[in-house]
């Protein structure tokens, strides 16, 4: 069970629980709005291959066309629906996946190709630029596949995919016919393994494969880079450049600089880094030669890079919106007005994939701390509490040109459907197991807490673990474990990183933490099949590194940071901006039973506020205690609320995370 | 006496002092060591017109040629080397100018086109490219012919100057068969306003308004921009993108974005900037319709913009690196490691040019403040202190990419000729003059401090103001004023912004100090012919601006900012970037007498200084109180000497201005 998208059905959500709410949110709301906007905007009908007025746009960011990933958008509703499907029927979203599965087989061309734009658009530009227009769309047209396949037990979406996989095959690889090309937006190499896993296909497998260790050879093709070579045969002038390209042959933009296992530090646009990534783990995990070392090594490196200096406090990455991706190390403003701030949901969503395949690797709490932080923070941010709004950009600061606001679908629509995907095979993140048929054990590690069962098969029996929660409110989990007795169970917990502080009742004889996970044994479990962890959850200021010279502070409570905004702090002018904040005060807790926020949750509330007081005009040199800070007016009270339940309420959109601090 | 390159004439610099000592470097080294770079790297012979292997090169920065300014290098040179035989003559420098003379003659079209590359290397692609390749050199060359004028008495580089620009007139302008352009890199206009304060040829103040008012117009020609329409002509892809553009359409790198009048903030590449706004004040200034109102809105809008916001500690201005410019607001990165700091040498002598205008405009300290800000700082680190090696970018802080450490010539050679011609003409800047003869008076308004004398001839008599001091390393400046009793003569003295302190012996009877100027009347120097100033040079903290984020304090004494070398503090291992300071500690000063600093320079010791110690991998969350510091290992002393004396020692190269505050 070594993919999420696979394990979740393992699980069962009960109610009442965070997650629980968002899961019915996205089913009762999200899926049939966005199935909505996907027949609004012409996205719904256009694997009919009819001509949609839009397709003669120009690019908003040249060369990509706008429809580029209609195909994606598509794909990725369905894979949520799939999920979500098998969760609870909805004849309405059945109905449109079967329609849309049609529409999509029928959209096939007799060679396998699969692509709207490159059937009715141009279909002469096929496979001719895979640095920016590239087979991206595959590879959620596979994992659309996958989960249809999962859910209605038909091969009717598979069958024209690997179809159109067999042509992948054909016309990519080390041949001397083939094309030695990789597509600049990683996904397909993911996809491909994950349909490796279920058709056992060497060439699946083999195709991931060349995509990942092809990328970035300098030589790959006739003795250059592929992406210059392929260039040239476009008759692009050498002077031409993305939009997204800094500078010419900007390769690091693709992760295609260099190979994956000479990256010293991630680069580039930050979703095709997590997609690329992700693939990579899989590789490294499913190997069997023994010579995936420097991929280990450059997934262990890139990672450690990422989280010690390229990540926000939130988990969001991708300081830079020209290519919406990674700065330099520990350049991470807050917002527009500071340089930028892109943490773009879809980032976050790969981000937390990373991370499990990661954990899959090494159960290492660091990586499902981050998942955690991602999810709470970077990731659920990008959506309404009524499931019909989302962000693309996540900034942690507001400012009048990027108010903290919520769109109703975008352009390049990504994140909505990522969002709804995402939720619907979330169960697969909260724990992963391991079963032994023939030593008859089995062992879960549990990762989030939430309320919910999981069941695991083995034998002709089946051990189920609940958890009861009311995380990430209340620390308190209370676990049940229902196991035959000739099957040795061991249960691995997180104790969080934040947590400084926990307690296990009843407690066991001797308590060893191994990276961040307490072992329970089988021997223990068998005495104590009800058990509580306990981890208090008090407020708590955090700061990001001081190299990124962001002085703030910002208030975390268990995996959520919290934020300001204006419909609580209605005196707010500035975005919060002159605002400073000294840590040492206390913070008061409330809850919140506003409708608006989908959520009873606590609220923080901190009083040591000032105002940042600048004398005007002094020129570039501001003496030394000419920048002071005011008491007045007065700031009574602060009030925080999470980030991830903001612009829920109205409001001007002013917002903002770390506080600058008072010293 | 509107110019300081007329103007410096009646200045001389008495010894010793610190600019008499860095002239005196430049008169014994520098211009020779200049005339053979010239010579080897085939800028002096260029001129004769024959192919030079360089011109074959791929350009650095597409779509510039390598060489395209090599004759603003030899005319900056020329101009240079005129300043300085007014002052000593010599038998090589003359013999060379003389003869770049006749090869500049000789090197004329027909129709008067003078320019190297659009003769010898692309004479189709004369005028077509104003955007990127422009005639920029054409304005050196206007203030080389000047500069020769004045010295030779002859009009050998003049005549040829004036037929050039008969043809510009010609060229450009409003008129049906005239291009409705402008040079992308401003620099003539300023050149054609002081070729007009000489000629008074109606045409050409005609032009330089024109150039000035037509820049940015998005409907100039055909009712297109006229960059996007020279641009199709030349049939430019609408893709390709100069490598300094970040986006299509980047006008705002040439401040050609909108119009002047209507610029908000001051963008793009900071020299150009700089060029462009000191002819916007000199068309403001010769003014006589009244309807200039609205550029010399622009001027004061741009100008606060600029210092207020966008201006180093040093008086240094551009942040990034790709357009050689300005950031946003506040974004004021110490090095490379942040997000850039370029503040190029020729930008500071542009801020110099540009507060001398402002000044003319209004005698307000403030701009006194920033020309000699950058004067010390900006500037004068450009160049070492034997005057044969040169800077192009001057970094706030170093890093292992970009060390502090000169070069000794550029492939775009800006810079070094610009600082010799800046150093022959300084006296221009020192003070300004108004003689009235009609009412026998004159006032002297006194901007900089140094030993020189000013000599200010009015109906048959001088008057002659001596200033003596040590300055910038004493605060105490000696006058004394000879002045006919007929002449009245006032004195303004500035009083630096910085300084908390001052006295004037004798006292005057009430002390109205008006726009930072202090008045000194006729009737008082009459009883006075001497009087001291004295004005204590203490070391003082200065930070930027807290919106910048910068969170540091540097050290200054005077107009001095001071900055950390590795060759005083040897330990240094990572730039000083971990280096924490209090500055609630106690400074000292003492006096340095290495003489490869050119100085007995005043050096300062700071005592309260320890480490920041981050905890390791803590990811993006750091705890409130896991960024410490530490004392160990204790810093003795911290050794700080001026910034424009770095790099004169060796060492590493490790050098830092602003240090991170200690809290």
Known sequence: ????????????????????????????????????????????????????????????????????????????????????????????????????????????????????????????????????????????????????????????????????????????????????????????????????????????????????????NPRGQDGRHYYDVEAELRGEGEHERPAYWTEERSFWYQQAHKPIIEQETIEGHSVRAMYLLTAVADLVRIDNTGNTGALRNALARLWTNMVDKKMYLTGGIGAMKQWEGFGIDYFLPSGTDEGGCYAETCAGIGVMMLAERMLQLNLDAKFADVMELCFYNAVLTGMSANGKQFTYVNQLASTDTDLSKRAEWFTCACCPPNMARLL???????????????????EVAVHLFSSAIIKIPIGDTTVELEQKSNWPWDGKINFAIRNAPEVATTIKLRIPGWATDWKL????????????????????????????????????FITPHPYTNQDIVALARGPLIYCLEDFDNSWVQDHFKSLVLDPAGNITEDVASNPELGEPCVTLTAHNAAFLRVEESLGPLVPLGKATVKERPAVQQLKFIPYCLRDNRGGKGHMRVGIRRKH
């Open 1 to 216: 069970m070594a993919y999420p998208q696979k394990a979740f059905v393992s699980t069962t959500f009960s109610s009442p629980s965070f997650i629980s709410r968002r899961r019915q949110v996205v089913y009762a709301n999200t899926l049939l709005y966005q199935l909505n906007v996907l027949k609004e905007t012409g996205r719904y009908d256009a694997f009919k291959l009819n001509w949609h007025p839009s397709y003669s746009d120009k690019p908003n960011v040249w060369p990509v066309p706008n429809h580029l990933f209609w195909d994606s958008d598509v794909a990725k509703w369905i894979e949520g629906a799939c999920y979500f499907l098998s969760w609870k029927y909805n004849a309405e979203i059945d109905a449109a996946v079967k329609e849309l599965v049609e529409m999509i087989r029928s959209a096939q061309q007799e060679d396998g190709y699969l692509n709207i734009h490159f059937t009715v658009v141009d279909p002469k530009g096929r496979f001719t630029n895979l640095r920016d227009l590239h087979e991206y769309n595959a590879g959620h047209l596979i994992e659309a596949a996958l989960a249809h396949q999962d859910y209605y037990g038909n091969d009717l979406l598979l069958q024209p995919i690997l179809k159109y996989v067999d042509l992948l095959c054909k016309t990519f690889g080390p041949g001397p016919d083939q094309k030695h090309g990789y597509p600049g937006h990683p996904e397909i190499e993911l996809a491909l393994l994950r349909l490796f896993d279920k058709t056992k296909d060497a060439r699946h497998r083999a195709l991931a494969e060349y995509f990942i260790e092809e990328r970035g």
């Open 424 to 442: 619907g095979y979330i169960g697969g993140y909260l724990w992963s197991q391991k079963v032994d048929e023939k030593s008859k054990s089995v």
């Open 505 to 540: 009742s009843p407690s066991t004889p001797e308590t060893v933490l191994e990276k961040g996970y307490l072992t329970l044994s089988p021997d223990w479990l068998k005495r104590h099949n009800t058990f509580e962890l306990d981890i208090p959850l008090k407020p708590r």
